[in-house]
């Protein structure tokens, strides 16, 4: 496994191993990895010759309030990781290399990006499609892994590569759970322990849902209520957002029932902590 850090080397190296008729498999990630990064490593092995992981805390995808500053990184803990996963190379830029001093171009993805977190978190899926789009310019990959854990981010993805027609086939890989249900996340590495038990707010209000729909009781503003009940009660929690929503466009259903598929999405702090989940809910 090497470690690259100079943008005109990975391009070079990525020329090369096209001119070898190689495919290449990408999973861009900010580091701190956890098993549902793991999954799309070995969903990108399986399915490419070379397989390239980036590792870069991307600094313009968090907001002024954010935590940038604290955001978990290690390294070393993440090279081993990849080295046993047989990763080929990784991508490990600096900010510098990434964004010269003045740097002024960015990619804005409308629509899709409006509601849920792009609501929330103002510029964020701009600094999201603006890297991951420098990262397909240097990494030029067949395919792109991306979890469902971030559903926004996924269909951001694959808007702006239809849009701006980058020939990659951007792949969505299911979200990947603690054995009690919390879905993996980087930032679960900020809970306290009781953070942590609350935390589990957000995988029971799937299950909650998920019941009441397979009971019969599919109406939607009955389904949220409950929802913000549960986490009400939940110490430590503030929502953010809970919503249902139609799962292409992201756009916001608010009453009816729960008919043919629905993206059910969440965003609540714990503590200080932002967490978010998803789940498709079948009527
Ligand atoms: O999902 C992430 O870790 C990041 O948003 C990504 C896609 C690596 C872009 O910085």
Redesign the pocket.
């Known amino acids: 496994m090497e470690i690259i850090t100079k943008v005109n080397q990975m391009q070079m190296l990525s020329k090369d191993i096209k001119k070898n008729s190689k495919t290449i498999g990408f999973v861009?990630?900010?580091g701190y990895l956890h098993e549902g990064h793991l999954s799309l490593v070995r969903a990108s092995k399986k399915d490419t010759d070379v397989t390239v992981v980036s590792i870069?805390v991307?600094p313009i995808?968090f907001g002024p309030k954010e935590d940038l500053s604290r955001y978990p990184r290690d390294f070393e803990r993440d090279r081993s990781m990849l080295e046993k996963e047989g990763v080929d190379y990784i991508f490990y830029p600096s900010v510098e290399e990434m964004y010269q001093a003045d740097f002024s171009t960015t990619i804005n993805v409308e629509g899709v990006t409006k509601n849920l977190c792009g609501a929330s978190r103002p510029g964020h899926f701009r600094g999201?499609a603006t890297?991951?789009g420098k990262l397909f310019n240097i990494v030029m990959p067949d395919k792109a892994y991306?979890g469902e854990k971030?559903f926004q981010?996924l269909v951001t993805i694959k808007r702006m590569v239809r849009d701006l027609n980058f020939p990659i086939e951007i792949i969505g890989m299911p979200i990947v759970r603690e054995k009690d249900g919390l879905a993996m996340s980087s930032r679960n590495s900020y809970l306290s322990e009781e953070e942590r038990e609350s935390a589990l707010c957000l995988y029971k209000s799937i299950i909650l849902a998920r019941e009441m729909v397979k009971c019969g009781k599919k109406n939607i503003k009955d389904i949220l209520n409950a929802i913000e009940e549960l986490i009400r009660n939940t110490p430590y929690t503030k929502i953010d957002y809970v919503k249902i929503c139609n799962p292409e466009t992201l756009e916001y259903i608010e009453d009816g029932d729960i008919d043919g598929k629905k993206l059910l999405a969440l965003a609540v702090f714990v503590g200080n902590t932002r967490l978010i989940d998803n789940a498709i809910l079948e009527g």
């Open positions: 861009p990630t900010m870069f991307n995808q999201v890297v991951v991306f971030d981010q």
